[in-house]
């Protein structure tokens, strides 16, 4: 009963998403022609305060219908096409980031996620923290936004996926 | 505050909260107001190190009083600094301790467990369960899901849980010594990145510390705004977790359900607030954003819609008996113990403890809006749902009342520069439990010294027990019920 009177709440819904609406066959199209297959992410939380965390799990509400894009997440590296990465990452989560990112079969895909992600953010670099994801392992794209919402997100994990192509 | 016994110069501190600072210089006095604070069932909220203007060190301790907040501050030796262990009193004490130890090289005096915490090395000696048949499981510190990192340690007879031994601090970044490259104008910003699910319990800790240091107070309307933020943070966080809850259970229709309307919740914050978790919205001296009256009559509104949403769902969760099945009896902690292991906030309050620092110690606008206490004594994760819906439909009333009871008027004031050795606390009680902010200003408004305390210090070690004689499948279940931060216990 329950979901029959929620009905479908996944979007593109009209006017107010267009943008979205749009974009998403091409996202669709992008990630079929590059990997011929499912996007398979591995999100790995290198010292993050947990807010990029949280718009990762929104990410994967029915709003953004992401496995209707052929995106998913897994729960080994092994099985990953890209890392997904929140920082900053911490001197004591800097040798299990390197771990995920070597277990990763080739070609390998890392977006570093958040303001902190990028360059340590508010936490800097130094101490306990090394900084930005690219201090320890090599990224293909940064997602700026503290933390980025799901939408911005999405434009990241795409854009690392052009770049893919690119190589 | 007389039940710190013999506890020299204690000074009222300003500000909202009710607190009170004690510094004293010896050993005893330290142990002998830990000692007061346990004989008149008081509890421990926070045990910190830090270095004093000049470099002298100290440990400090905040204890919660029923006249309130009392903080007592330990001057140190600076060779070999030592105090006298409180975690025999306090056994949330432990972990505090040695990160003290970590973190500062002060010493806990007949401490029994003196392996770091936060500062890893290799080849950590887990405590070994051994006899026939018992096995390790190890997790983490990346874990399978969308998850912080952290390390657990099973050891397991077939599928049952024998012990339980947390690894934590994997996120440890810093975040006490790093608010001293910030003033105290801007240290709102670290703050509310402390734990991001209670970035708004943090702000607001912060800014009552900051306020209290500067002497000032907050404009009543900004004080409304505040308190409209916290409850949408605690909606914000059942929503998510009641979701989890079921999925965990198996029940995956919880979880699309849920998370559709926290994202609508998220989404409305954005509109009202410019940012969807409303980070950097609580800023000392105020609020930095004031929706119009439209948008907080569509918040009320809202809030309304989701109630009997939540409500439609409640019914389908207490009528689900294969959820149920897994929910009552799962990870409990009864009363006695959670009294003992001092655990807190919404994990307490399904355990019979029942301590909500927005009725025991209520600050405006609580103080009107009299908020009613949820409590339950079963101590598994059925109370700990229960709970959550009961207070999430509390916060929505909450959300109705600042909406209608809110008067017009400025949101912020300007923050003149503490003077040095400027001292205040914040304490808020969060989704999830009691955060803690104590600050002192230094020179040209710079912060001397700040530390951030978050209640799943408390909790983590009391999960180890609610797991015990549960099977390894149930535990993501327990785990989720109790939602511990990793990043606000490890800072």
């Excluded at chain 1, 936490?123 to 939408?151: H, K, W």
């Excluded at chain 2, 070994?128 to 952290?150: L, N």
Aim: hydrophobic share 45%; net charge negative; aromatic share 6%.
């Amino acid at each position: 009963m329950k979901i029959a009177r929620t009905g479908m709440v996944s979007e593109p819904s009209p006017a107010a998403h267009e943008e979205w609406r749009t974009r998403a066959p091409v996202i669709r199209a992008d990630i079929l022609r590059i990997l011929g297959r499912a996007l398979v992410i591995r999100q790995v939380d290198a010292g993050s305060c947990n807010g990029c965390e949280l718009e990762i799990h929104a990410l994967n509400n029915p709003y953004y219908n992401l496995e209707g894009l052929g995106i998913r997440f897994a729960a080994s590296p092994r099985h990953a096409d890209m890392l997904l990465v929140t920082g900053p990452v911490t001197r004591n989560m800097e040798q299990a980031l390197r771990i995920a990112y070597e277990a990763m079969p080739d070609p390998k895909l890392v977006v570093a996620v958040g303001d902190c992600g990028r360059d340590g953010g508010i936490f800097g670099e130094g101490g306990a923290v090394c900084g930005g994801v690219s201090r320890v392992i090599p990224v293909d794209v940064t997602v700026p936004g503290c933390p980025p919402p799901p939408l911005a997100l999405l434009q990241g994990i795409l854009t690392a996926l052009s770049i893919g192509e690119r190589r | 505050m007389k039940a710190l016994g013999a506890a020299t110069d204690v000074r009222r501190l300003g500000g909202e909260v009710a607190a009170a600072r004690a510094l004293v210089t010896r050993g005893e006095d330290w142990i002998d107001a830990a000692r007061a604070a346990h004989e008149s069932k008081g509890r421990l909220v926070s045990l910190w190190g830090a270095e004093r203007p000049g470099g002298q060190p100290a440990v400090l301790a905040a204890y919660a009083l029923e006249e309130g907040l009392c903080v007592v501050e330990l001057a140190l030796r600076r060779e070999a600094p030592s105090y006298p262990d409180v975690s025999g009193l306090f056994p949330a004490a432990g972990r505090m301790q040695r990160a003290v130890r970590d973190l500062h090289g002060i010493d806990a005096e007949g401490a029994r467990d003196k392996r770091p915490w936060l500062r890893h090395e290799p080849d950590y000696p887990f405590v070994r369960v051994e006899g026939d048949g018992v096995h390790e499981i190890p997790v983490g510190p990346i874990h399978a899901g969308i998850i912080e990192p952290g390390h657990f340690r099973f050891s397991i007879v077939g599928e049952k849980v024998l012990r339980l031994e947390q690894r934590l601090g994997y996120t440890h970044k810093g975040i006490d010594k790093r608010f001293e490259d910030f003033t105290v104008a801007e240290g709102h910003r670290l703050a509310g990145r402390v734990s991001g699910d209670s970035t708004v319990a943090y702000a607001w800790a912060y800014a009552q510390a900051a306020e209290a240091a500067a002497g000032i107070e907050p404009p009543a309307r900004a004080r409304w705004l505040r308190a409209l933020l916290l409850e949408r943070e605690r909606i914000a966080n059942h929503l998510g977790d009641l979701g989890a809850l079921g999925n965990d259970g198996g029940f995956a229709f919880a979880l699309s359900q849920f998370m559709r309307l926290k994202e609508d919740w998220l989404r409305a914050n954005g509109e009202a607030f410019g940012h969807r978790f409303a980070m950097d919205a609580i800023v000392p001296g105020g609020v930095a954003v004031d929706p119009d009256p439209a948008k907080l009559a569509a918040m009320a509104r809202h809030a309304h819609e989701i109630e009997i949403e939540v409500r439609g769902l409640r019914d389908i969760f207490d009528e689900h008996s294969g959820l149920q099945d897994r929910f009552i009896t799962a990870g409990r902690v009864t009363p006695e113990l959670a009294a003992r292991l001092g655990l807190v906030g919404l994990g307490g309050r399904s355990s019979g403890q029942a301590f909500d620092l927005r009725v025991d110690h209520p600050v405006d606008p609580y103080r009107t809006l009299k908020v009613k206490k949820v409590v339950y004594i079963a101590g598994d994760v059925a109370a700990r749902v229960h709970a959550r819906f009961d207070e999430l439909f509390e916060s929505v009333r909450l959300v109705q009342a600042i909406v209608a009871g809110m008067s017009a008027g400025e949101v912020r004031v300007p923050l003149p520069t503490p003077a040095p050795e400027a001292f205040g606390v914040g304490w808020v009680e969060g989704w999830r439990g009691e955060v803690l902010v104590a600050l002192e200003a230094g020179r040209d408004g710079r912060i001397a010294r700040c530390h951030a305390h978050d209640p799943s210090w408390h909790n983590w070690p009391v999960l180890e027990h609610a797991v015990i004689g549960n099977i390894v499948p149930d535990f993501p279940l327990i785990n989720k019920s109790f939602n511990l931060s990793y990043s606000g216990a490890d800072t």
